[in-house]
């Protein structure tokens, strides 16, 4: 027999055996961290994965102070809207007048809370500033707020094991002089693992806890800062 | 700056334009067709330079950490009144930005005191003429007008690079971006070697 032919299985084995030797390394590093007690860092958290991992906040709000930062989104039904709103050619002078425009919805977003500002930051395809759309403080007092479950543009992208690191989302709806806006907020920073890493499980898992313990804060920052978002 | 938009004559009493044009300007943008019409538009283009509520609104913008405060506890309660002031400090919001990356001015101190006045005393004084030209005021009420016009804005603009960039600044706040065109007249009209302002400062 042609030893050409166990090339096939000896991959598989050897995948299979990768697997298994991950996913041990993932649940030992996994029982290492106690997420309670690192909730206790949020304030160090924050700092830390502002001025690490995400620099580029901190220069879109040119000094402007940041009392909480998450991930974000646009429902795919937003950008629909928005996108029939402009391409329809209607005068809408209450998208226009705040700078809405939301032709992407797949690229990364932020929300930025600032004093009594929400800022709304979302990216190009090589990450580098598209819009900012800045809601003020009567435009919130006036937004509502509702639990929206998991991010469903990732649903079925991962299995079911790893839906534990899936973004569960509240949907913000500003009434933009009658024309309701939905927005969704992360409950975690979105986390791209770094190629570097891929072998480092502690880091790896270490740097989701973070963007979580960050994230997660941020609806409840808000709602502290508005009550009229207190979610029924 | 609007009869230079218009083309129309910068330095008489009559603008130069055809009764079409003069028609669509009074009646379609002014919704002006008679003299009562004429009277209510051009006092309310001068009254309202004398909004204390402005005032407020300027230094919320300027005190941005404060904006909330400032603006609630010293705006009347009115839900609409309150909005239209809202609405204002939102478009400060977007258009002072903007303004000082075009170098119409250097920052918002440079706009605080000379307002939007030259965007309303400018718009009037043309107006006015054009009400002259279809019989709804008389010339003696036209330099009546026109004389309190530039008293009125002397309050607020002492140069014609004042005049230019409030008027710049009241139409941005008006309509938004896309003032390149209002900028080029401006230019023209403080540089220009065929303009009546070339070599003149004060107004």
Known sequence: ?232 | MYAEQQAAYLNSYETGLDKGTLKTILEDYWEIFDKDDAIEVLSDLQNRNQDEYLDIVYNAFEDRENYVAILKSNLPDEEDVFKHYVEIYRKLSNVVPELVEQNVFQDFSAIKNIRDTAWNYGRGAFLSRCCYEAGYISEVELIEYLQRSHTGLRNYCRTWKEYTTSYIFGRAIWGGSNNDGMIQIADDLLNSEKSPLKNKIYL
């Open chain 1, 1 to 232: 027999m042609n030893p050409i032919f166990l090339i096939p299985a000896v991959l598989v084995i050897a995948g299979m055996c990768f697997m298994i030797y991950m996913n041990k390394k993932h649940q030992s590093a996994k029982s290492q961290i106690d997420l309670d007690f690192e909730r206790n860092k949020y304030d160090v958290y924050k700092q830390e994965v502002l001025a690490q991992n995400f620099p580029q906040i901190k220069q879109w709000m040119k000094g402007k102070s940041i009392d909480a930062y998450t991930s974000a989104s646009v429902p795919q039904s937003t950008a629909n809207k928005v996108q029939g709103v402009i391409s329809d050619g209607i005068n809408n002078v209450a998208l226009s007048a705040i700078g809405v425009k939301l032709r992407r919805i797949e690229t990364e977003c932020f929300w930025v809370l600032s004093g009594s500002d929400l800022h709304f930051f979302s990216t190009n395809t090589v990450g580098e500033l598209d819009e900012h759309v800045v809601f003020d403080n009567f435009r919130m007092e006036e937004a509502t707020l509702r639990y929206g479950g998991i991010l469903k543009s990732q649903l079925g992208v991962y299995s079911k094991s790893s839906e534990e690191y899936l973004p569960k989302t509240h949907i913000i709806t500003f009434n933009i002089d009658g024309t309701l806006l939905s927005l969704e907020i992360h409950d975690r920073l979105n986390y791209v693992p770094d190629p570097t890493d891929i072998l480092n499980m502690n880091k790896q898992l270490m740097t989701r806890v973070k963007y979580q313990i960050v994230g997660e804060k941020f609806v409840k920052i808000l709602q502290d800062k508005f009550p009229n978002l207190q979610v029924a």
